[in-house]
């Protein structure tokens, strides 16, 4: 380390750029490549150490409460490339609306919210289930099945089931195994083809045929 109090020697210069950083605060990754990632790496040279959490104060809370209306954070989340006019909020923040309330009515006013009833999802499933009749007439009319003969037909059917027999049973044209197939053709003799007379060519022989292959 060159830094005079420290004084401490490293093997490794990512290990030296870990320590300055940590140590003294200076980044010298950007002095030269190598080492703990290279000049203008985007990565961090030392892991996160301590996490922190951000608590905002009662006043801050209140003032989120009672700036709702000159917010309007719906319209602000779906424009967000809008800025928002800054100037009444911050002269909510600093009136006597605000500045004269003590501690624990600063804590009531941030609280000063209307909590939406919500049920359980027991007792819905619970309260629809244990209805003795519907609350209107053909309500429950899409829960009940549609007959068969009152179901629409298809105009044409690609694969119609075959006809059933007395007993059940259905009625189809047999399809023979590959076995009793194989078994048939080899008892059946093969007809042989007539023999077919020989015809003459008229193919006329080439100069070149003769004299190919006589040097």
Known sequence: CSIPSCGKEFKLKAHLSRH??????????GSGGGGGGGGGSPRPVMKTRSAFYLRTSALTRAARRLCAAQLKT??????????????????????????????AELKILAKAVRPRPRPRVTDIASRLGDHPVPRQPGDWDWLTLTLPSQRKQPDVVAFPKPLKAADGSLLYDRVPNKSEVERVSSTTPQPTAAAQPQQPTLKRTRPFDETNGSD
Do not use: E, F, W
């Open 20 to 29: 300055y950083a940590s140590a003294h605060g200076v980044d010298m990754r």
């Open 74 to 103: 719906r319209h602000a989340a779906r424009a967000p490339h809008q800025s928002i006019n800054s100037a009444p909020l911050r002269h909510l923040c600093v009136s006597p609306q605000l500045t004269s309330k003590s501690q």
